[in-house]
Structure formats: structure tokens, C-alpha cells
């Protein structure tokens, strides 16, 4: 497909000249050392192809968009008993919120804010050492993409350990309503860990193809998961996928997606494409802006909004 | 096409012998008398083939799905600077909330939530009597649906505004921030009366249509909205439609969808369908339980969620 | 008490040459328009001394003080069962927070905030036209004060009614809850004229002796309410009485006290003194700049807080 | 003062025969397994004489009644600098809220809330060990209450620390936002230690004599603190030292106090008592029910609310 893969380019190119680029995140040294300048692209299609443009091979930290890969893998080990102990609404608060918690005892309203995600970890624990569990993971995802470069970024692990206190604070205050299961340090370092993996747009766009394909491996390949969990993988990623801006992203892109505080966004169109944006400066709502407008600009060409007619 | 005649058949005739069938509304008299025991079924094809079971040409209330009529009407007038006195995030808190106005200065969180219902009768009213301005919304309904039958269920206007104390107290609130711009009065008399339109199952998916056909009235008809405008509003449907519970209606049915207090929901199958369900009872959120379940029964039968490969 | 006379006059000094006086209310032209120059003070003793200085002769909008005054009538009509529909705990929120409702199901936190204060005119109201409920509260307040020549500023009154929509919330919010037992219009009428009382400091100041003297007009006279009333209205001056800064003002001035958006404060030293203080500028609590400062003075000078050992 | 001894033994005798006594904290075993029928009260008058009855000897957690001592001992570190780290105003949440400190950005209310506590106990430890600092805190309370039989419960301290997630998240969420200055551990434990205090009636209304005497630790003896600061400590205690309940207190019994989860309640009658009773079983907003009500019995039958004319 010529067509799609000068699109890439052509995407590349604007953002590569795009003035406004957001504020990298400041949190922890190692994200706020990024080149602000830096933006990648890759779209795997449906038939396998692979179009990339700018800093597509660039390993990056995929930051939440960790969430996506390791709800899938609680899903797997707890099925859909995972929902007793994690909603799935949006959350109508900045990511960060303890407000909700409290009002909701201690029940996060969905797997993608910070709290949620903290019970996914503790569920993926399940009494394991955090090595082992975060080990299963990384094998998971590279399973998924195919890929045994991905790794975990240690000086990102320890930085967010470092620093986590809102993270901490989530986790000790679930705990005290009985939703964190292990000791809040040991489910921290999990998700702490998951947090650091580092994949590049291509390494992540491959990681995708699941939830492109209705939870195939590939055509005709192995199951990752049923038909039925891929479409709510799916639709938990567009309704909830951008914190506070899940809303926005859905009217102006209209695909699932799952962003990152460290530029990255994932976004699926089904039966069509996997796609991985990255520029690490990031709008208001914490999210890529040049990613964005990036997957805006690719959905409005391509027509591959969910919402459109097809 | 036969399967899907009967598929309708079928679910009509499994919600006909549910037992659980949630709680009809009792705010007011006229909904309160409704017999729980009616449910209606009718799905509107691509190609105009129109499918209908159980009590699909029994009118009811449409309440709040008229705020997908009366949105559209609305972007019509003022285009999207609407977008400064509303705006399009799930609200994360029960319909009816005050606080989220305080939080954010008395601008509502999106549309469908009736405090950003109320600031698009407000722009609806654009200086005209409450009179004119309902009557046009009126006249665009029937010409969405191709039927001058439809109806304001006056018994229902004037139950609302006789009790409606929160919806004016959410008015007044809005007006203090100056996001009410005629007197609340007014804007209210717009809303209670657009709540009071009834519609049968029928009426309500041929209405739907033009959302189904990328914003044209029909293929090859003129156009309603543009396609931008139709993926748009479908959006705000799935992140947004069905109150604090949009994200679960999106994962068990993966359609666009607005459901009303009076049992009634217009689901919207991009490209495939325009479909409207009805059943008196609600669930603890406020939403048509069995015509919940029926959108549920209906996509996982077709495959048409908006988060499958297609 | 030739010390106390020079006190006050020495305070008066000095807050007339104050440079930063805060912002006058300005949310209705009535109250915008007035001087911010002005500064008055007047303290009753309990042997009858009466001390005034600078403006203590001028007449003000006392606004929420009068919350003082129909507490007490209200208190008189139906008793503690008043305590059934109000609660009397500080608010912890700005003064018009409609928050707090909502998490409380219709029950303000105590008389002093607006909600609060629209139930206690809802109790007052008691059936009886707007007209009769306000002019026994008048005739209330002139008895208090031994002073017929206190009125109701019509001009403030119609503003508050034509701007005061955030009201016209609160009344409508608690009337969805129930906790508004007459029509919203109709308690409102009621309330604003109260805020529309005008007093001067002098006036305003006899009118509070009876909380004093423990409940007695004048030592060895009639009783306006008993010993206990007294002593709890008092405790909730204290702890409500100037909105989100009662703390402040407990710490700062250790007296009952209850402020008005008109600039006037009452204060009361159990058995010592009724005070009143007023400047119309207000500091970001919306309380009255000067007359706070004044009262600190006061308190420190006289030794009257209620925290001394006496 | 016969008439005195009298009234607290009578006070005791109505007490001990109480059949609602409330619910004992059960949060931590060392508290639950407390035998809820007793009862102490314990008052020392301004002249030295002390009346006790019940278990006025019997050591009891005085827990957040530590709060007093603590917030004195960091007055005289940081003086009024401490403000700026912490608030002055009521809660009007619950005790253990985190949502005020999201609205506030980590600034909790008051120090009498766990929050405000917590900070008053990193300005305590001052760089040093919490060991040290807390050896200090119980070396000031001993002197205090002239009395060095006052020790810390290492067990309730062990089980505070063992399952205070709540607390380990307000620490860390403040943490967050810079306002604790030490590791959040280290803080905690200083914060659990004092809670774990142990104090008989007598014991702790001896510890709050400088609060009746105007900040001397006895009439004539040597300044604990400022006349100003006594009085202000003593506003904080009656605006915030009852939680949610405080203006109930106010209300009801009309002085200063400070109740602690232990059942215990420090009490000030300025210039004429300090106060001590004890019960442990709580009503629904965590205080002790017994020890208000015979605090509302003992002012009500001395006329020592603050708020009489004295």
C-alpha cells in the first residue's frame, strides 16, 4: 500500500517541522533528559506491513502504556473475577486522583489510572517474588512483538521508585481497604518495573497486532485471547486509555488508543492496523501532543475511525 | 436478509420472558404508570431493511435521548464553538451531579449529562420563545425519522417542570457562571418539553439513521451533518451516553448509544444499522436494563461492536 | 470605663488610616457602591456602656448576620427539631458550595452557610406570606435592639433577587432533596429581604446583648431565649460564623462572631460585651478586612477571648 | 470545693450504669481487647485540687489527644512558621481524608487532623532520629504532668505501624507535594509512638494545666508558653479538636477539647479546670461517648462552657 506508507512519511514530516511541541514530563530525570525534538511512527497493517518514519527505532519508555499489556496478562491468570476489584468507567479525574478512591472504597474505576493499574500488578504478583513477576510480563510483551530486544530500563525503574510517592500513597491507601493483596512495597516494585520497559514505535506497534487481529497472534496463527476480551481490551482503551482526555481523543481520533507520560501512544484500528506514535512532549492532559495529532492526522486520511461507516 | 429478522424475533422474545426487569421511573407520574412488562426491538439496516419486534410502535418517552437530537440541531446553529460552554469528557459522576460544576466553574463535562443538556437548549433557544425553539427541534426530529407523528407528550412536560427542582437548581447554578445566557425560566422550558417527546422504538432507529450513514439522511440522500460531525457525535455517544455507566456499556455492547430514563436507547452500528431498543425497567444506573441486554444479544450476535476486526 | 472608651476610638484611628481595606462586595450595584472609606465600631459593656467610633452611626446591609437573628426566631418556632434539618458542624467549604449538599443528601452543615440559612426562612416562612414572615423577623430585630428605626434596604433586596441565582440553586437543590418544605420562590422572597436588612453598627450591636446576657434582653429583664440557647448559638458563631475562616477568626480573635458580605461583623464577650464592627472591604475569606483587625485589637487589648483564663 | 468532688463522682456513678457505652476502636487488636465499661474522669482546678472517680488511674492510648503536646512542643521549634505547612480551619470531612489534602495540595486543615498531625510530627523530628524525637515528646509530656510514670505502649505502637496504611498514604501523599521533609518512615514512626502514648485520667488532665493557666505550668510557675499561644492552642481544640464532631462538642459542652480513638478526651475550662475522662467505646463520628456525655454533664452543672456570661 504506496499510499499509506508516503502518509507515514508525510505525517513525519509535519511533526518533525511542528513548532509546538508540549512539555517533555519532568518527574524523573531520566524522561526529562529526552530530546523534545524527536518523533516516531510506525503502522503495522492487517497483511503484516510495516511502514515507519523519523525516530521509529528509538527505544523510549512506554510508561503506562504498559497497562495495556499487563492487564492483558491479569486477565489471563484471574478472567473476568479481576472486575470484583477494578472498574471500568472513566475516571473523570486527573490520573493521578485519590478523591475517587475514597468515595469508591478503595475500588479504582478502571485498569488504566494509576490505582487500577496497582491492582493489576498486585493480581499479576500473585505471590510471587516482584523479579518473577515482572520477568513474566517482559517475556509476555516480547511474545507479543515478536521482539526479544524489549527490556526494562533500570535507571527508569529505580527513578520512579525514587520518587513515587503519590504512587505509594495510592497503593498503602487500597491496601487499607483491603484491594492490595501482597505488601504495598512488593506490588509497587512490579509496577514500578513495568512502567520502565522501553520499546521503540515499531517494537510496539507489533505488540498490538493482538487487539487488531480480535486477539490472534496473527491471521491464522495462536490465540492471545478470545474474540470477546480483544473488543473489551479495545473498548476499556477508548473510553478510558487517556486519563482525563479519553473523551478528546475519542472525538478527534476515534480509535482505542493507550498513551504514555513518556511521549509513547498505542493505538488500534481493528481489522486494520497497529500503531505506535511517539514524540515526547506532552499536552495539558499529560498525553503526546504531537502523537495526537499524529494518529488524528493518520485517521482522518486512512478513514479508520471506528465511528466512521467503514 | 432472514437471519437478522429473526435474530430480532429471538431477543424480543427472550427479554419478553425475563424476570429481573429493573425499575421503571418513578420521579414523575406519567413514567411511573408505564407497564414494565413491554419491550421493543427495532433495527434499521444499511440498506433500509427495517426489522421490529415486541412493542416496537409503542410510543414512549424518549427523555435524554433526545439530547443526541438536540446537540446535533445545536452544532447546526453555532458550530464548534459550542465546545466553550460544553464540554466532551465522561463525567465520572452520577447524571445529575452539581459538584463537577463547581470543580469546573460551571461549564458541564459533555452534553449528555443533563447540565450540558441544559446549555444546549440554551443555545438552542437563541433568543426565540421557548415555543419556536422546541417546535424546530420537533420538526428536525420528524425529519430525521420521516415521520410527522411524532409527538410532545404534554403530560409528561408539565410533570417535569413541576418537579424538576434539581434540573433548575443545575440551570440557576450554571447561570451564576454566566453559561445560561437567556433567563433559566426559559432554558428550562426548552429542555423539559425536548425530554417529553415520544417516539416509538421504530421512529426512534429511523431517526437514528443519519448516524449510521456517515451524516447523510440516507445513502445518496442530502446531508444532515458532515461525516466528521457523524463520527463525532458517535463518539461522544460511546464515551458518554449512558451516564456513569458509558464504560460498561461499551465494553458488553461496543456501540455508540444514548439511553433515556423512560426505558428507551438508540444504538448506532456505524455503516451497518441504526437500532432502538425499549424497555421500561432500569439498572442501578439509570439505564434500560433488558434493552441493555438486547443491545448485548444483538452484537454479539452480528459481530457489529464498533471494536471488532469487521 | 473611661479605658475602653479611648480603645475604641484609638482602634477606630487607626483603622481609618489603613492603606490595604480588601475589596468591597461587588456582585450588586447596591453594595459596590459603597465608600470603602467608612469604618465603624460600637461595643455595648454589660453594665449598658455604650462605646462607638468613626462611622458606628451609619447604616449597612448586614447580609448573612441576620442568619443570627432568624436562627433564633426559627429556633423559637419549632425548637430543636430545627436540628433534624440543619446540621452544625463548620463547612469546611467556601460559603456557597453546593458540594457539600450533595454528599449530605439536602442537609446544609449548619444555619450559617446560605443553604443553611434558606432552610432556617423555609422554618420562619411556616406557611404565612413572604411579606409577613420578613416583617416579624424586622420586628424581631428592632425589639433586640430597642431601635424601630431599622428597615430593609428595598434596593438591596430587589438585586439580591435579580443576581441571585447560585441561591436560587440552593433552595431548588434542597427542594429535590425535600429539605425545602415551601415553594423555592417563595423561602428565597423571604431570605433575600433578609440579607437586605440595614443596620448600623450601634443598632447592630445592642441587638446582640441578649447573647450577652445569657438570653436576657437586659439583666434582670425579659428572657429572649434561655441560658443554653444562648450559650449554643454562641458555639456556633464561634465555629461557623465566618464561613471557611471561622478557625481563623477563633484563633485570631477567640470570640463568637458572625460576619456579613456587607462588611459588618457582630461579635459577642459572654458576659462582657456585644460588639459590632463594619468596613465594607473584604479580604479573601469574604469577611471585612478592617473590622476583622478591629476585633483582634479588641479581644487583645480587653482580654475578652473566650480561650483566656479571664 | 465538696460540692465539686461530689458532682464528678456523680458523674461517675451515672456513667458506670450506662447501657449504650458505644463501640470500642477494634482497628488494632491492643485496642479492641479494652474492657468498654470503664469510665474515669479526672479535674484538676485552677487552684491545684484534683477529683477523680471510676478508673481514673488506669492507663489508656491517649492517641490523637497527643496531638495537643506534639502541636505545642513544634510551636516552640518553628513558632508561627508552622502555618505555612499547616491550616487552621475545621475539616468538615472525616478524620482520615485524603480528598481535602487534593483540593489543598498537601496543606492538611488543622493539626488535629491525622494529616496536620503528621506534619507536626516532621517538624518534631527535625533532622534527628525518630527515637530522639520522640523521647523528647514524652520527656515534655512527663514534665507537663509532672509525672514520670508516663510511658509509650510499644505493642499498640508495634500494631499502629503494622496497619496504618491509611496513615503510611498520607504521609506519602504529602510527600509529594513537598510538605514532609523527611523520609516518609521516619515521620510515621515518630507519629505512631506518640499515638501509642499510655495516660491515666489524672495523669493527662495534670498534663493539660498550662491550657487553663494561661500557658504557665502552674499560676506563678514558669511560662510553658505564651499567654497568646495558650489561648490560641485552646481556640484550635475547640474549632477542630472533635474531627467531623467538633461543632457538635462546641455545641454540647462548650470548651476546648481533644478526643483520641483510646476512648479519651482532654478537656479546658479556661482559668478554672483542666479535664480528663475516659470511656472507650465511640460513638459514629470516633468519639468517646461517655466522656462527652459527662463532659456535657459537668459543664452544664458548673457553667463552664465558654460561652456562658460567666
Redo the contacts between chains.
Keep these: 500500500m504506496a499510499d499509506l506508507a508516503r502518509l507515514v512519511q508525510d505525517i513525519a514530516t509535519e511533526m518533525r517541522d511542528a513548532s509546538d511541541r508540549g512539555e517533555v514530563a519532568s518527574y524523573i530525570p531520566p524522561l526529562a533528559r529526552v530530546d523534545p525534538r524527536q518523533f516516531g511512527l510506525c503502522v503495522v497493517t ?1 497483511e503484516g506491513a510495516v511502514h515507519s518514519a523519523g525516530e521509529s527505532e528509538e527505544p523510549f519508555s512506554i510508561q503506562s502504556i504498559s497497562k495495556v499489556f499487563a492487564l492483558t496478562q491479569a486477565l489471563g491468570k484471574v478472567g473476568d473475577t479481576l472486575w470484583r476489584r477494578v ?7 486527573p490520573f493521578n ?4 478512591l ?1 468515595r469508591e472504597q478503595g475500588i479504582p ?2 485498569p488504566f489510572i494509576n490505582a487500577g493499574a496497582l491492582v493489576v500488578s498486585d493480581i499479576n504478583l500473585a505471590g510471587h517474588a516482584p523479579r518473577e513477576a515482572i520477568g513474566e510480563l517482559l517475556r509476555f510483551t516480547r511474545y507479543l512483538a515478536d521482539d526479544d530486544g524489549i527490556i526494562i530500563d533500570e535507571a527508569v525503574a529505580r527513578a520512579e521508585q525514587a520518587t513515587g ?2 504512587n ?3 497503593a ?2 487500597m ?2 481497604f483491603g484491594n492490595i493483596h501482597h505488601a ?1 512495597e512488593l506490588t509497587l516494585g512490579v509496577y514500578f518495573h513495568q512502567c520502565a520497559i522501553a520499546m521503540s514505535c515499531r517494537q510496539l506497534a507489533m505488540a498490538g497486532r493482538f487487539l ?3 486477539g490472534l497472534h496473527l491471521p491464522g496463527g495462536p490465540r492471545v485471547v478470545s ?2 476480551r ?3 481490551i ?3 482503551m ?3 486509555g487517556h486519563y ?5 481523543f ?2 478527534r481520533v ?1 480509535l ?1 488508543g493507550k498513551s504514555g507520560v513518556g511521549g509513547g501512544i498505542l493505538a488500534i484500528a ?2 486494520k492496523a497497529a500503531i505506535a506514535a511517539w514524540s515526547p512532549g506532552l499536552n495539558a492532559n499529560g498525553n503526546s501532543m504531537l502523537g495526537t495529532l499524529a494518529l488524528e492526522r493518520l485517521a ?1 486520511a486512512t478513514g479508520w ?6
Aim: with cysteine; hydrophobic share 35%; charged share 20%.
Design positions: 492487517a472498574g471500568r468507567e472513566p475516571s473523570g479525574t486522583s485519590i478523591v475517587q475514597e474505576r478502571n510517592f503519590r505509594i500513597a495510592l498503602n491507601y491496601k487499607a504495598p487488531m487481529h480480535g474474540a470477546q480483544a473488543r473489551r479495545n473498548a476499556l477508548l473510553t478510558c482525563d482526555a479519553s473523551g478528546d475519542a472525538f476515534g482505542p481493528p481489522g482522518e475511525s471506528v465511528f466512521n461507516p467503514g
